[in-house]
């Protein structure tokens, strides 16, 4: 029997079921697919409001990467020390055969992973081979996200995944890496439409397209531009510590491409977006929510957990 299954759950009573996985075209299709993002996003705002430098240092689509991968290595070793842990040869392997990091970009990360206190180093190794752990403080931020994710998914399905998670906390270290190979493989994901990727390849750029889609009103989401209230490049830029340069920059781009406006000639005041960039975002989450919950139920027959 698994350890993770046979170790007493940390709550009262462990879920019964195991939890569905999902196609990112079934999930969106969901009549709650909207209720359980729009929670998701929301917690993920809050936690850049509480830790503005940590989550604005991966709200970029590759360090997004880097720091999944880095956590997926960092959990297989703590289940497993047999298995490898977080060095740079080692995050280079996990990128074998994708475009997604070179080596200067991995041994550069973990500098800055290191500056961060994401991660600290266990010993005094030269720089390929040196191995970090993840602190404890990068434990609770990646339960947190697994957690939040799972709650938008149950949100869409009536699942129990965040119920599982509590109840067999060691889950997250079986999903986890699951979650992190899936999406560095789905080039859906790591090559976003063209209409939301000048967002998520910038500083930030994923909290602020989550902000302005989380604003959208429930409902159809139709064919006419969408009015999400008052937006403002200077509060945006202060919100999500980038600069109001950056904030201009990114929205000049998407008023180009007509993705974004507002009533008047400034980047303040009554905004609307465009329901194509809605919907491009959707699908874009979808292809996340998908991994999360194929993570999930993987986690879940691995540990020996079946339906009661």
């Not at 299709?29 to 705002?45: I, K, M, N, V, Y």
């Not at 070793?77 to 060095?87: E, R, S, W």
């Amino acid at each position: 029997m698994s350890p993770i299954s046979s170790a007493a759950p940390s709550q009262n009573a462990a879920p019964s079921h195991v939890p569905r996985a999902y196609e990112a075209e079934a999930l969106v299709a969901l009549p709650r697919f909207r209720d359980g993002q729009h929670l998701t996003a929301t917690e993920l705002l809050e936690a850049h409001r509480l830790l503005p430098k940590r989550v604005r240092y991966v709200a970029d689509i590759q360090r997004f990467m880097l720091s999944h991968a880095a956590m997926a290595l960092h959990l297989e070793h703590t289940l497993d020390p047999a298995n490898p842990g977080v060095t740079a040869t080692n995050l280079l392997r996990f990128f074998e055969n994708t475009p997604a990091a070179s080596k200067n970009t991995v041994l550069a990360f973990l500098v800055e992973m290191r500056h961060y206190n994401f991660v600290e180093p266990l010993d005094e190794g030269d720089r390929r081979s040196r191995a970090f752990r993840a602190t404890t403080d990068t434990e609770q931020l990646i339960r947190f996200y697994f957690d939040t994710h799972s709650r938008g998914l149950d949100r869409m399905d009536g699942g129990n995944r965040a119920a599982l998670l509590a109840a067999y906390p060691r889950l997250l270290h079986i999903a986890q890496p699951r979650f992190a190979r899936l999406l560095l493989h789905n080039v859906k994901w790591r090559n976003p439409p063209e209409t939301i990727a000048g967002f998520t390849k910038s500083d930030s750029g994923s909290s602020i397209i989550h902000d302005l889609v989380a604003r959208v009103p429930a409902g159809d989401i139709g064919s006419e531009p969408i009015w999400i209230g008052n937006v403002s490049a200077t509060e945006i830029a202060k919100r999500y510590v980038v600069s109001t340069t950056h904030a201009v920059r990114l929205f000049s781009r998407a008023k180009t491409q007509q993705l974004i406006g507002w009533q008047g000639a400034t980047n303040r005041g009554e905004c609307w977006i465009s329901p194509v960039l809605v919907q491009d975002y959707y699908n874009w989450q979808a292809e996340k929510f998908a991994a999360i919950s194929a993570a999930v139920h993987f986690a879940c027959e691995k540990a020996g957990i079946v339906a009661a």
